[in-house]
Every structure is written in structure tokens, then in C-alpha cells.
């Protein structure tokens, strides 16, 4: 399995599955023949009642916990981090919260239902464009990690934010294609309709239109956004000659570029320091993030459509890992 696949599974970042694969499963010791550092019970208690009571400390990574908590100067970074996993604590990248209704299952199981139908061979979804955008910023919660202890289940701590502060990055996926990408500049301001036909529907249109010429028709997915569905940009993306796909609301898991943003963010967390990032140094790895994509993994993705549609019908329209 590779580490892109565990990290999918886990929730964990590369730099984590690399340290856990090649790490020993037995406690080690120093040259001297200690063993790691630990925490006494008294500094557990008071980890614990930390966590407990105070949100940020989750939030933030060990080698500054050890700083904001008192009494714990006498360990040093590494120590520190040892004693955490013995202790059993991890790092966690905080999920979504989704909360789907009744209805939206509803909407989801219909959706899977009729496009299973429609497309239900792999090679059916590479004429579908994918789009999305996502935010990458240049702090050490930019994946929003928390500290979680084993026992503890990490969606029970999925309403703890923090505002996002970097860029905004849109793409369009289709077939084993990047067809087209968009840095949203700090001037434009927010995303309404006006902005969103007159910044991103040309990239879409252009794509479109090439494929047009090859004699290839292609579909245009986005998701229910206002900014996507108001009737004024339904209606200018019909009259350019865009065809839609009508999209299930709260429905990141079908979407195959969720995965295309997990992978950047993971290469640009194994190649840059991410909070040594200056807003332009950042603006560069995202792009180059982008460029390093696999396009035969793009494809896999497309690919992978038939067997998400059926994972959502066998699970009655309730969300599914992805």
C-alpha cells in the first residue's frame, strides 16, 4: 500500500506513516541505555486537564506545548514528542463536519442511483470536469491538526476552527487532464456570482470548447455553492453552451478532486517548511503542488467514480471515506 493510500485511510500525514513505518515497535534507548523519556502521572494529570479545559492547547504542535504548559521545560523537543506518544497521544488531522439530513441522503441516494445508470463503466466519468477549490494557508493548522489522546474519537472534536489565512486555489480535473487552475487574488474580495462567471466560467468555457473541437463532449461539475447554482450563473454557463451536472448537496466524498487537495497538501507538507512560508513562497509550492500531481493517478480518480456511486447506494446515501 502506498503512503498516499494510508494516509487516505488514517487521517495521518506522510511524515507521520514514514516515522511509524520506520520506527521500531519497541521502546529504544540512548547511548547512555535510558529509555525514552515519560511523562510522570502528575504531568499526564495536568496534560489531560489541559486538553480538557483549554481548546487551544489541542490545536497546538508539541514542540510549543511543551512551551505553553508549565513545568515541562526540563524535556527537550524530541523528548517531549516521545513522551507524548507514550503516553498515548497523536496527531490527527481534524475532518470535516458534515451533518446530512434525511433529505440530503435522500438527494445522494437518488443521485448514485441515476448516474450508475447512465455512466456505469469507469471510462464513462473521463468526460466529466471536475472542479473545486480548497484553501491552503501558511500556519501549522493549515490541515487543521489536534491532539487526540487513543482513546479519544477525533470527530468528537470536529467544531474546532481556526480562520483560514492564505490563499484560495481552484482547479478543474477531467480524465487523466489538469484543464485548467486559478489563484483567487487577495483584491478580488469574496466569491458571488458576478465574480465567479467572470473569473473561473472562462476556464471552464475554454476547456469545454477545446474538447469541443476534438469532437470529445464534456460536463461540467461544481458544487452547490451560491455562487455556482444562482440562477444568473445556471443561466449565463447554459447560454455559453456549458453542460452541468447537477450535484447532490454536502457531497465532497463523491467528488474526486477531495483527493487531488489531500495529495497537494501532503506534498507540499513533505517538501516546504510550511510556516517559514511567506504568503508569495506559499502562492509558489501551491502551484507547484499543482504541477506535481500524477496525471495517471487523475485518471484512477475519474476511474474510481462507479465504485463511489455504489458505496453511496449500499450505504443509503450517508457519507463514505474517500
Partial sequence: MSYEAICKATGASIKQIQYALTTPLTPRTDRRGRKPSQFTDEEKHRIARAFSDDPIARKLKWEDLRWYLEGFDRFKDQAFITAMRAA??????????IKLTPAHMQARL???REQLALWPRPEDWEKVAFSDETWATNSHMWKRWLTVHEVE???AWASIRQKPHGWMFW????????????????????????KYQRYIVPIDYQFIMEKREQGTSVVFQHDNASSHVSNATRAYMTGLGIEQ???PAKSPDLNPI???????????ELNYDVEALS????????????????????????????????????????????
Fill in 171 to 194: 482547479a478543474i480535473i477531467c480524465g487523466a487532464v489538469k484543464a485548467g487552475s486559478f489563484v483567487w487574488e487577495k483584491e478580488y474580495g469574496g466569491i458571488n456570482s458576478e
Fill in 245 to 247: 451536472l447537477t450535484w
Fill in 110 to 112: 437518488a443521485f448514485a
Fill in 153 to 155: 474519537d477525533i470527530e
Fill in 258 to 268: 477531495e483527493n487531488v487537495w489531500f495529495w497537494m497538501k501532503n506534498w507540499i
Fill in 88 to 97: 498515548g497521544y497523536q496527531r490527527k488531522v481534524l475532518p470535516r463536519r
Fill in 279 to 322: 504568503k508569495t513562497a506559499l502562492r509558489r509550492a501551491i502551484l507547484a503542488a499543482w504541477e506535481a500531481v500524477p496525471r495517471d493517478w487523475l485518471l484512477q480518480l475519474a476511474h474510481s467514480m462507479p465504485g463511489r456511486l455504489q458505496k453511496i447506494i449500499d450505504a443509503e446515501g450517508k457519507l463514505i471515506p474517500y
